[in-house]
């Protein structure tokens, strides 16, 4: 078993910062790729920015200069700092985690975060 468990959603005003933590815990070998996607009402879940056990990032454009992802992959935990956020950020945002669970066997699992909310005021 493996859980996915974020905090640091919220609401707050256009320009504001927020920061998002996520911890994976259980069964993990190792993380391939680890961060954050948002659903907004609506629409579809889209990547918000995601980083490779070894370090690569991708940045959604609609982020890139306003969100850092750090990763730490020995606590399994990533962290999204939002600055200068705009009403269209407001979205649940969900941890993401594609893993491997023990050495030696190669299929990689997708796992996913409840979702926290963000909402951002005009």
């Known amino acids: 078993q493996v859980q996915l468990v974020e905090s640091g959603g919220g609401l707050v005003e256009a320009g504001e910062s927020l920061r998002l933590s996520c911890v994976a815990s259980g069964s993990i070998f190792r993380i391939n790729v680890m961060g954050w996607y948002r659903q907004a009402p609506g629409k579809q879940r889209e990547l918000v920015a995601t980083?490779?056990?070894?370090?690569?990032?991708n940045y959604a454009d609609a982020v890139k200069g306003r969100f850092i992802l750090s990763r730490d992959n020995a606590k399994n935990t990533v962290l999204l700092e939002m600055n200068s956020l705009k009403p269209g950020d407001t979205a649940v945002y969900y941890c993401?985690?594609?893993?491997?669970?023990?050495?030696?066997?190669?299929?990689?699992?997708?796992?996913w975060g409840q979702g926290t909310q963000v909402t951002v005021s005009s």
């Open positions: 980083e490779t056990s070894d370090g690569n990032q």
């Open positions: 993401n985690a594609d893993l491997t669970t023990r050495p030696g066997f190669n299929s990689v699992f997708r796992y």
